[in-house]
C-alpha cells in the first residue's frame, strides 16, 4: 500500500501508513518497511528523520540484528535476484547517510562518511559523490585526485554510462572554477562520538588491523567538543 502511495505522489500519507500499521507486521518485514520509509522521508525532504533512521540501520547491523543474523540476503532489481553481503549493504547504508548529509550542508560529516563507506566497499558512484563533497569545500586538488580513480576504471562501475556522464559534469564544474586547496574544518560536523566508536569496531572485524582508529576520524578526534547527537 505505501510503494501505491508513493507512485501516486502521496509520500507523506505513506509515512503515516507504515507508521500506524507497522506493528501488525511480522518482524521479518520490519526492515524492508525501514527501506520504504528511508525512500519516502527522501522524497519529502525529511532529511533528519532519514538520518536517525539509516543510523538506526547501522547499529542493527553492529549488533548483528540485519539480515535476520544472516550474512547474506536476497534482494531485487529490475525483477533479477541477486545475493547481498553485509559488507555491501552498510557501505550502502553509509553512502545514504553521507548523502543525506550533503543536502544539509554538513559536507565534513559527509565526506567522513563517505570515505568510510569506500573504505568497506568501494564504487565509482560514491567516489564521484565524494569528489562533489570535496568541490563543496574547495578542495579541488583533493577531489581531483579521487575523480582520477574513476577515469582510469580502478573503481567498480567506473565504465557504466551513468558514471561517465558523472564525470563529464564534473570536470566541467572543475574547469569553471579556480583551482584552490583550502584545509578542512571542523565546521558543520555532526556524527555523534558513540556513532563512529561503533562504525570503527565493525570495521575492524572486516580489514586488516592498523590502529584503533581509522585515519579520517583520527583527523576529525580534535573536534569532540562539538559533536552532538
Not at 532489481?77 to 543536502?103: C, D, P
Not at 562501475?157 to 584552490?180: A, C, H, T, W, Y
Request: one cysteine or more; charged letters at 30%; glycine letters at 4%.
Amino acid at each position: 500500500m505505501a510503494v501505491v502511495m508513493k507512485q501516486q505522489d502521496r509520500a507523506e500519507e505513506a509515512i503515516e501508513a507504515i507508521k500506524s500499521f507497522r506493528d501488525q507486521c511480522s518482524k521479518q518485514a520490519q526492515e524492508s518497511l525501514d527501506n520504504v520509509l528511508i525512500d519516502l522521508y527522501k522524497k519529502c525532504g525529511r532529511i533528519d528523520e532519514q538520518i536517525q533512521l539509516l543510523k538506526q540501520k547501522l547499529r542493527m547491523i553492529y549488533q548483528g540484528e540485519a539480515f535476520n543474523g544472516k550474512p547474506t540476503k536476497t534482494a531485487r532489481s529490475h525483477g533479477k535476484k541477486f545475493q547481498v553481503t553485509i559488507k555491501q549493504e552498510t557501505s550502502r547504508i553509509l553512502g545514504n547517510l553521507a548523502w543525506a548529509y550533503m543536502q544539509q550542508e554538513n559536507y565534513l560529516a559527509a565526506e567522513a562518511v563517505y570515505r568510510k563507506a569506500q573504505i568497506i566497499d568501494p564504487d565509482a558512484n560514491k567516489a564521484c559523490n565524494l569528489c562533489q563533497c570535496l568541490i563543496k569545500q574547495d578542495r579541488y586538488l583533493e577531489a581531483q585526485s579521487i575523480l582520477e580513480e574513476v577515469i582510469l576504471d580502478k573503481l567498480p562501475g567506473s565504465s557504466d554510462p551513468k558514471s561517465r556522464n558523472r564525470v563529464k559534469e564534473l570536470l566541467q564544474e572543475f574547469e569553471s572554477q579556480r583551482p584552490i586547496a583550502l584545509a578542512s574544518t571542523a565546521i558543520g560536523l555532526n556524527l555523534e562520538d558513540a556513532f563512529l566508536e561503533g562504525l570503527d569496531q565493525l570495521m575492524s572485524q572486516w580489514t586488516p588491523y592498523r590502529s584503533r582508529r581509522l585515519p579520517i576520524f583520527e583527523e576529525i578526534s580534535s573536534f569532540r567538543d562539538q559533536l552532538a547527537c
